[in-house]
């Protein structure tokens, strides 16, 4: 299941990232890089969301404020990579982040149906906590 998001995420957001903005192949690369780093930083930072955030978060409801707030915080930290590492300038990251972002949550959505066992399954969960399960679904999906 992860080998089919990462291969989604690629196929969709390399070629969408060139002709809807303009960037290069390895600013391309760079840049689905920045926002798998940037989910799995967010994510295995355990910064006071609980699952019941991520679940809505990945689901096909509308966002709460937690699943905002995670969405956000993913959001600023991808802009951060994008100018900082990737080497883009503010408003061609700005445009960048708004296209990753949504593909990311929509691909993980896509597999996981809103169900909770599968999201649980694609984040890796055995317990471990929000944090590691994060980092077991996110470091598979985006090695």
Known sequence: MFDQILSSLKEQAAPALMEKLGLDQQQASGSITAAADSAKEV????????????????????????????LGKMGTVLMSKLTGQVGLDSNKAGGVSALLLPMVTELITKHAGGNAGALRSLLGGNG????????GMLGKLFK
């Open 43 to 70: 994510l295995s930072g355990g910064d006071g969301f609980g699952m019941d955030d991520v679940m809505n978060l990945f689901s096909s409801a509308k966002n709460s404020s937690g699943a905002d707030g995670i």
């Open 128 to 135: 471990g906590g929000i944090a590691d399960a994060a980092k």
